[in-house]
């Protein structure tokens, strides 16, 4: 498992310079670090569902069967995984125009590491209150920005002035990505719940 989980969420500066001088491959950081790290909101999620179920904050629950909770599970990992990689070819075609232009491979193993909070924020699903989980994500979003923020010029080689830029436009892309993400998974879950409105429709 990575070993700069830490590192990025207390000293993320002097993190990044850790990352870069081991100068990894794309594979290298989604086996020690993606993999296990996109693994944390979704166990969670599979555990909140199917043992506890969903809760706007009244009394009424909506569970997913273990079964669907499996299927869900592995499709929510496999869109976690692919917009890592969408975001960092994103992140790569935003810097274009920048003299030093990253590579895309350094883009996509940026936005993997950049995800770290986010990744985090996901264990607050093992018992899904909707504003818990919304407040967890918020707070995973706004320090994913810190990383950002942090990251493009210690990482990328890229000035604080472009670096700023960068990450704001990467970051409202990023988000846009995860509000997609959410949806698709939330549309998901609706229609493996035994509870939904969707399930009873097409009952």
Known sequence: MSNHVWGLMLHPEHEWHNINAEHETIGHMYAHHTLWMAAIPVLSSFIGTTQFGWTYGGEESFKVSTLNGFALGIAFYALILLAVGVVGSLLHWLARNIPN?????????????????????????????????????????LYTAYLLYTGTPSFLGISHKQGFILSGVTLGVGVLVLEILLAVVVLLWSMGSENSVIWHFFR
């Open 101 to 141: 232009r990253p590579s895309r491979k350094d883009c996509i193993i940026f936005a993997g590491y950049v995800g770290t909070p986010m990744f985090l924020s996901g264990i607050f699903a093992i018992y899904p209150v909707f504003w818990l989980c919304l407040l967890a994500l918020i707070v995973g979003v």
